[in-house]
């Protein structure tokens, strides 16, 4: 199974983006998407996860009320809606796929988000 995030690009300050995490090359069970990011100097921040049993998500307190996370397991995607962007919000966003029947976790190579002020 491989995992792949894209979408991200560059952005002026208060704009808007939307990412994608895509599983493929396998059965795999979607059961939650968490998100990460990390900007050039700092280490990976958790972002946000997205629960696919209540379609519920919990964020970090620096994305809440901006962010929006989702998944449609049917085609085995997890978006990242991101809103009123900051430049504090630029770095590598990586999405990890946690597949609770089968143990496993995959994490997907990052789309880079860049935020101008």
């Known amino acids: 199974v491989q995992l792949q995030a894209s979408g991200g690009g560059l952005v002026p300050a208060g704009g808007s983006l939307r990412i994608s995490c895509v599983a493929s090359?396998?059965?795999?069970?979607?059961?939650?998407v968490a998100w990460y990011r990390q900007a050039p100097g700092n280490e990976r921040e958790w972002v946000g996860t997205?629960?696919?049993?209540?379609?519920?998500?919990s964020y970090a307190d620096s994305v809440e009320g901006r962010f929006v996370l989702s998944g449609d397991n049917a085609k085995n995607t997890a978006y990242l809606a991101m809103t009123d962007l900051k430049p504090e919000d630029t770095g590598l966003y990586y999405c990890?796929?946690?597949?609770?029947?089968?143990?496993?976790?995959?994490w997907g190579h990052g789309t880079l988000v860049t935020v101008s002020s």
């Open positions: 990890n796929l946690l597949d609770h029947i089968n143990g496993l976790d995959y």
């Open positions: 090359g396998g059965i795999v069970s979607m059961d939650a």
């Open positions: 997205w629960r696919r049993r209540d379609t519920t998500a």
